[in-house]
């Protein structure tokens, strides 16, 4: 593909509490996804409109398919993406661990260093770079470029964007970690063709980033479009953001893994009981005694024991710290009731989350990311169904479907490198 314009590279790096991920995208011709020549602007607290790029919305939401030619490569992410159709392809990548204690500088040295790194493996100019992206976890002011709070790196208003433009001369955008994954998956991955898109990142927390008109919502002032701490039960659950009964609390692959380890320790409860039955309540336990889950050894049920074991303990080696959100899907599939109740729980929750988002924005898809997300349509399925019945005028209108995302790993650096550049 001949070169059109005169910087054909663009950097990204995601960096996270414990890995700094960066890759090199060749971008030569590309202008953004689907709105044409303008589009893929920031509004909110980095806003800077570019004129006249509304794009057409509403028309063929149904018929854009299943959204992406990109194919995600190697796991490794080396090697993603054919491009059939001139889309920006991820040349290489290479990463370091973050180690978050140190001083910041020392981390953003080692940043700039990946991006030197990179250059020099792909024999690539500095001065043939666009633009270098940076996506980060916390409260970004994507406007100053400045990190303003990250709790897992330990940092508080770090100017990040001018330490890196200083260091490596190239214009630095800065947003949002999860809002780059949103913005990547918008322009090249299961997104792609939409403008209207809504990314949900289920891991230790809730991650969320919002396209509108084709444009990244970041909010009117740093902090916005935190979909996680929009609250789904009035006093329930804490959130690690001081409040009670967030979505996060609920829907999260920390509160999944939650939810099924109570539901594995009331299993055995009747196990227990019938051991300790003439001895003591299982309230009154003494320590000594066996513990009322986690000792039922895999596959076996307690001796004396009416109940069998959990098959969601089995399946974690009877080691209840051991259970991962893909347990419950594992133990649904082979037919164990308590699993599948598990799920059937969390797809509500998940799906009443969800369900606010298509009431709100009414966008043409939702996409979920990360561990939760890779369950497949053992997740999706159900999950479509229930939103799809429950929306606002569900039945009437068109309803957003609700897809994996597409581009693992790399989607956040891969949408920093993408990020429109700060004098947009
Ligand atoms: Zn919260």
Redo the contacts with the bound molecule.
């Keep these: 593909m001949p070169n059109t314009t005169p910087k054909p590279y663009r950097v990204g790096i995601d960096l996270g509490g414990t890995n700094i991920k960066a890759g090199v995208i060749a971008a030569a011709g590309w202008a953004g996804s689907g709105a044409g020549p303008g589009s893929g602007g920031r509004t909110g607290s980095g806003a800077r409109a570019e004129s006249g790029a509304r794009a057409e919305s509403g028309a063929g939401w149904a018929d854009t398919g299943p959204g992406s030619d990109a194919k995600l490569g190697s796991a490794a992410g080396v090697a993603w993406a054919s491009s059939p159709d001139g889309l920006p392809r991820l040349l290489a990548a290479q990463s370091c661990p973050t180690k978050a204690e140190r001083p910041w500088r020392e981390v953003a040295a080692d940043m700039a260093g990946l991006v030197d790194s990179l250059l020099t493996e792909l024999r690539i100019s500095k001065n043939d770079c666009a633009a270098l992206g940076v996506g980060s976890p916390g409260l970004i002011d994507s406007a100053a470029g400045v990190v303003v709070f990250a709790g897992n790196l330990g940092w508080r208003d770090v100017p990040l964007a001018a330490w890196l433009r200083q260091r490596l001369d190239l214009p630095v955008s800065l947003s949002n970690d999860a809002n780059c994954a949103a913005w990547g998956e918008t322009q090249v991955g299961a997104g792609r063709g939409c403008q209207h898109v809504i990314l949900l990142t289920l891991g230790t927390g809730i991650g969320s980033g919002v396209v509108v008109d084709g444009r990244l919502q970041e909010g009117g002032v740093p902090g916005g479009m935190e979909l996680?701490?929009s609250l789904l039960i009035l006093d329930g659950e804490p959130?690690?953001?001081?409040?009670r009964g967030?979505l996060?609390?609920y829907a999260s692959a920390s509160a999944l893994i939650r939810q099924a380890r109570a539901a594995v320790s009331a299993e055995a409860l009747p196990a227990a009981e019938h051991l300790l039955s003439g001895q003591h309540s299982l309230a009154g336990r003494p320590s000594d005694q066996p513990a009322a889950a986690g000792s039922v050894a895999p596959g076996s049920a307690a001796p004396g024991s009416p109940a069998p074991a959990s098959l969601m303990l089995s399946l974690c080696g009877g080691d209840l710290t051991r259970l991962d959100g893909r347990v419950p899907f594992l133990a649904a599939a082979q037919g164990d009731a308590v699993a599948q109740r598990v799920i059937a729980t969390y797809i509500k929750y998940l799906g009443e989350g969800i369900i606010n988002c298509v009431n709100i924005w009414r966008p043409e898809k939702i996409l979920l990311a990360g561990g939760v997300a890779a369950a497949g349509q053992a997740l999706l399925a159900p999950l479509n169904d229930y939103a799809r019945l429950r929306c606002f005028a569900g039945a009437k209108c068109f309803v957003a479907p609700i897809e994996a995302a597409a581009l693992g790993n790399d989607a956040g650096l891969i949408g920093a490198a993408l990020l429109p550049p700060d004098d947009a």
């Excluded at 959130?239 to 409040?243: A, L």
């Design positions: 996680g701490h959130c690690t953001c001081g409040r967030c996060e609390a």
